[in-house]
């Protein structure tokens, strides 16, 4: 208990600064044409207007929607199943391909049942409705239509089967993520019930929390965006920035694994025995598909085809780099060599930081978040770690969590224009207007702990709860033989 004390004060002290609301707004007025009655003969009444026609999706951006989500696909299975694979023990490489795949799964299976629905409906502030259950609604057998979904721009709209597969594939790489915290030492059946169970309770109210409004075109006037934001997630009404998940993902499944970390112990022979990763050709192959992935999952979080998309694009292009060349030079000087793990981690840590900014920061503000982020996801990974003592196995906090908080942060820093930032939209003016750095950051950290806070107090129930019920951890002969063979009966090498 004193570790997690101890670890709250630490994450608390990291989002201690200050910044000013982000609100966006929604509704919409009705006008009525008035007849005119002439003495002698009653005047025809003037036509009403027509109405506007119902905008229809643009097919480029229906394609790079798509293409995106296709994206995000590959950076769950294979990258980030073989990044963590060669990380571990060649006893547990088949292990871990086994949990991302079956995660992926099931969460995507969930996120269609409920999960959608919970995330991106109308409920209160904290949870959506059942409105799309199933994903009802969505088509009209009887027409072919598929319902239209909001962009960040009026009059512009995608397929709204394309915004739920996009993010579909989100809320399964997150729950994947969790993993690596806990490898080598976790039931499979303990693995999949906490999945669920973490997902139902702590992304899709997180995921809500953050990215759920009421779209560009409900936002007519004052009163209409008044209305609007009383219906959008508590931390998007905040004025919360997180462009593709700096909060949503990282942070939320950063603090989970960690918990996670703390309640199963520590590997069997951690501190004691040898535990290097078994293949870091794997893990290299597995950062480089993390990498071009992310391209879809940062510039596909604009939804369209457009400037700002090219805007995330540039940025994760450049972070990450600025971060690999940092990390690794960090590495050099402490460690006195550059390793290719270096390189692979600095890549993640840089692709970490810069995802609640990418759309939001100039390239300035890229570059310095990436550059930050390679030393300071290094100090994660060592320094820190130390420090907390838990057997986080893959760095899942160390990268992850540090990573995401700063990228989070610096958002705010970085979003105001006299540091090249892009500034947030006034919906009812039609307006781009400027934030203010000191509040912005204040909003930006109340985020942070927001998620920290839910995020690891339902991980922790969650962990109970299947240690209850399933036990969450392998017998210790089983660990020693490892999980390819105990939990799945195969082998990831024959020889």
């Given at each position: 208990m004193k570790k997690f004390i101890a670890l709250f004060a630490l994450l608390a002290m990291l989002c201690g600064l200050t910044g000013t609301a982000f609100a966006e707004e929604a509704a919409s007025a009705a006008t009525a044409a008035t007849a005119t009655a002439a003495v002698a003969a009653p005047a025809a009444a003037p036509a009403a207007p027509e109405a506007a026609p119902a905008p229809v999706p643009n097919k480029g951006d229906t394609a790079w929607m798509l293409t995106a989500t296709l994206l995000v696909i590959m950076m769950s299975i294979p990258g980030l199943a073989l990044f963590y694979g060669g990380l571990v023990r060649s006893k547990n490489m088949l292990s871990m391909l086994m949990q991302v795949f079956s995660i992926f799964a099931l969460i995507t299976v969930l996120w269609a049942i409920y999960g959608y629905s919970i995330a991106f409906t109308q409920g209160n502030a904290f949870f959506g409705g059942f409105d799309r259950l199933f994903l009802k609604g969505i088509f009209d057998p009887v027409t072919g239509a598929v319902a239209n979904g909001a962009t960040f721009?009026?009059?512009?709209?995608?397929?709204?089967?394309?915004?739920?597969?996009?993010?579909?594939?989100?809320?399964?790489?997150?729950?994947?993520?969790?993993?690596?915290?806990?490898?080598?030492?976790?039931?499979?059946?303990?693995?999949?019930?906490?999945?669920?169970?973490?997902?139902?309770?702590?992304?899709?109210?997180?995921?809500?929390?953050?990215?759920?409004?009421?779209?560009?075109?409900?936002?007519?006037?004052?009163?209409?965006?008044?209305?609007?934001?009383?219906?959008?997630?508590?931390?998007?009404?905040?004025?919360?920035?997180?462009?593709?998940?700096?909060?949503?993902?990282?942070?939320?499944?950063?603090?989970?694994?960690?918990?996670?970390?703390?309640?199963?112990?520590?590997?069997?022979?951690?501190?004691?025995?040898?535990?290097?990763?078994?293949?870091?050709?794997m893990t290299m192959i597995g950062a480089s598909l993390l990498w071009v992935g992310w391209f879809g999952f940062n510039a596909g979080s604009a939804l369209e085809a457009g400037g700002t998309a090219t805007l995330a694009f540039a940025n994760t292009l450049i972070a990450t780099a600025a971060a690999v060349l940092t990390w690794l030079a960090a590495e050099w000087m402490l460690k006195g060599k550059p390793s290719l793990l270096g390189a692979a981690s600095g890549a993640v840590a840089g692709l970490v930081a810069i995802t609640p900014a990418c759309g939001w920061v100039g390239i300035g503000g890229g570059l310095v978040i990436g550059a930050l982020a390679g030393v300071v996801c290094f100090w994660g990974v060592t320094g820190l770690k130390k420090l907390l003592g838990a057997d986080d196995a893959l760095d899942v906090f160390g990268i992850h969590g540090i990573g995401g908080i700063l990228g989070a942060l610096l958002t705010g820093v970085f979003n105001t224009w006299s540091l090249g930032g892009t500034g947030i939209v006034d919906y009812v003016n039609n307006t781009i207007v400027d934030t203010g750095i000191g509040s912005q950051v204040w909003i930006q950290a109340q985020a942070v702990l927001t998620t920290l806070i839910w995020s690891g107090v339902v991980a922790f129930v969650c962990y109970k709860i299947v240690d209850l019920t399933v036990g969450l951890r392998v017998a210790e002969e089983a660990e020693r033989e490892g999980l390819d063979t105990t939990s799945h009966g195969e082998k990831a090498y024959n020889f």
């Open positions: 721009s009026k009059g512009v709209v995608i397929p709204e089967f394309a915004f739920v597969a996009f993010q579909a594939t989100f809320a399964a790489i997150t729950v994947a993520l969790v993993v690596g915290a806990f490898a080598e030492r976790m039931k499979f059946s303990a693995v999949l019930l906490f999945s669920a169970l973490w997902f139902t309770f702590a992304y899709l109210p997180i995921a809500h929390m953050v990215w759920f409004w009421a779209g560009p075109d409900a936002y007519t006037d004052q009163a209409a965006a008044d209305a609007a934001n009383a219906t959008a997630g508590w931390l998007f009404q905040k004025g919360a920035l997180d462009f593709a998940g700096g909060t949503v993902v990282h942070i939320n499944a950063a603090i989970a694994g960690l918990v996670g970390a703390f309640l199963i112990g520590k590997r069997v022979g951690y501190g004691r025995e040898p535990m290097a990763p078994h293949n870091l050709v």
